[in-house]
């Protein structure tokens, strides 16, 4: 038996007692958490958290000086994100420190600047786009929603019932909506002012319809299933036409985005073949009038162009 072959067994047999010895056999006696004999005590905290726990407050203090704390709160609960409002802008403000650091230590102060301005508008137009899709995501699964709603009562279920049976098994953002109405309404909340505030939240026509129809039905009784069938046609009939309207303003769209791209892109080659041909233009006062009238053209012609293609259904 050659040796290599000697020492490779012998390291083999040590890792398997290594491994009986710690997944197999029992551990020793280890010391129990405090935390976990008595759920009253708070664990033990770094300095890094309290740190991070402090400004948090300190954010938090100065929303609710400036009265931007419930607003800021309900632009998070649109966008679907779990995160407390103290501590997004605490990231956002940092990612902006970051950013402001970063560009003024490759390429100067101007571009410092801009990157530092650019990190809190991305966070708000993420929020944004986030709250969009959620919306939108939320009014194509409102059919089904309504049949499922429908099914239930029909099936002898109460109206509360039928809300938490879509809360179980609706895609999100669906069942967070409705598993929300369920819980507030657990708790005390009257069921209208659950429904409306999800309206609202959603930014939902549709589902503003929903809420009436629910009210009037708890007011003066009926067969809820038949008015859901009725609402849920409806808003069927709705989506089909918001889509072909969508799909004949995607042309349009696209067509926008290219006029108010190809100014740039004509600009950025013109600029690596030829620099001289506009140098032109930064060399006097006629040349900077020139560049301000086509860019006052461009930013009226790029709002003209997306009031024309923006349809509100």
Not at 15 to 44: I, K, N, W
Not at 86 to 109: E, Q, S
Not at 160 to 185: C, G, H, W, Y
Not at 222 to 239: C, F, K, P, Q, Y
């Amino acid at each position: 038996m050659s040796p290599a072959l000697l020492v490779l067994g012998l390291a083999a047999v040590a890792a398997a007692f290594l491994l009986l010895a710690l997944v197999v056999l029992p551990a020793g006696h280890r010391r129990v958490p405090l935390s976990r004999l008595d759920p009253s005590a708070a664990p033990p905290s770094s300095a890094l958290s309290g740190a991070g726990a402090a400004a948090g407050a300190a954010v938090e203090k100065a929303l609710a000086r400036r009265g931007r704390l419930a607003e800021g709160a309900a632009a998070l609960e649109r966008a679907g994100m779990t995160m407390r409002l103290p501590d997004f802008v605490l990231a956002v403000g940092l990612a902006t420190v970051a950013a402001g650091v970063l560009g003024f230590a490759l390429a100067g102060v101007v571009v410092g600047l801009l990157l530092a301005a650019a990190a809190p508008l991305g966070a708000k137009l993420l929020l944004k786009f986030r709250a969009s899709r959620r919306q939108a995501a939320f009014a194509d699964q409102l059919d089904d929603s309504l049949q499922l709603m429908a099914g239930s009562l029909r099936a002898g279920h109460s109206l509360l019932r039928a809300v938490d049976s879509v809360s179980q098994e609706a895609d999100t953002p669906t069942s967070e909506e409705f598993s929300r109405i369920v819980n507030e309404t657990r708790v005390g909340r009257d069921l209208n002012d659950a429904l409306d505030e999800v309206a609202a939240r959603m930014g939902s026509d549709d589902f503003v319809w929903v809420a009436q129809a629910i009210a009037i039905h708890r007011e003066v009784g009926g067969n809820l299933a038949e008015v859901l069938d009725a609402v849920s046609h409806t808003i069927r009939e709705r989506n089909a036409i918001r889509r072909q309207v969508k799909a004949l303003s995607a042309e349009g769209k696209l067509s926008a985005v290219v006029l108010m791209a190809l100014p740039f892109g004509v600009t950025g080659f013109i600029s690596l073949t030829n620099p001289a041909y506009l140098s032109r233009f930064t060399e006097s006062f006629m040349g900077y009038a020139m560049l301000a009238v086509a860019a006052f053209m461009l930013l009226v012609g790029g709002l003209w162009l997306r009031k024309t293609v923006r349809i509100q259904f």
